[in-house]
């Protein structure tokens, strides 16, 4: 005769103490990485100098027709662009420029701005129209 009842079903138990090695672990990682007050070193920096201060922000240049130009705040010539660029980037820690084109604007005018901004030490552009 065919014996069709129920088995012994063996019961699943987990085994706990691989979890309990692993939050033990964790313990002790955040024990030894805890940051507590008064255990870093105190270092008195000097102040830098005044003329240090870094810009983070992008430089803005806007063409106003082909021969002028604003760069920040302040109105250039295309004979002076070049050098107040250069004064402007070198301030920045991003060495980014935002170049302003109006609709009338030249691709030769704008390509002039562009390469005058990369050889004065920028380094990302981006255009605005």
């Not at 270092?43 to 870094?54: E, F």
């Not at 803005?60 to 002028?68: D, E, N, Q, V």
């Amino acid at each position: 005769m065919l014996n069709i009842g129920k088995e012994k079903q063996k019961r699943f138990k987990p085994d706990l103490a691989p979890l309990i090695d692993v939050v033990f672990l964790l313990l002790i990682f955040y024990m030894l990485t805890f940051a507590i007050s008064g255990q870093g070193l105190e270092v008195k920096l000097p102040p830098g100098p005044a003329s240090a201060k870094q810009i983070d922000e992008p430089l803005s240049i806007k063409m106003l027709s082909s021969s002028k130009y604003l760069v920040g705040d302040r109105r250039a010539e295309l004979t002076e662009l070049e050098a107040l660029l250069k004064a402007e980037i070198d301030k920045r820690t991003l060495k980014a420029v935002v170049i302003h084109v109006n609709e009338k604007a030249k691709y030769k005018d704008f390509a002039l701005v562009m390469d005058l901004a990369r050889l004065a030490g920028a380094k990302n552009f981006s255009l605005v129209m």
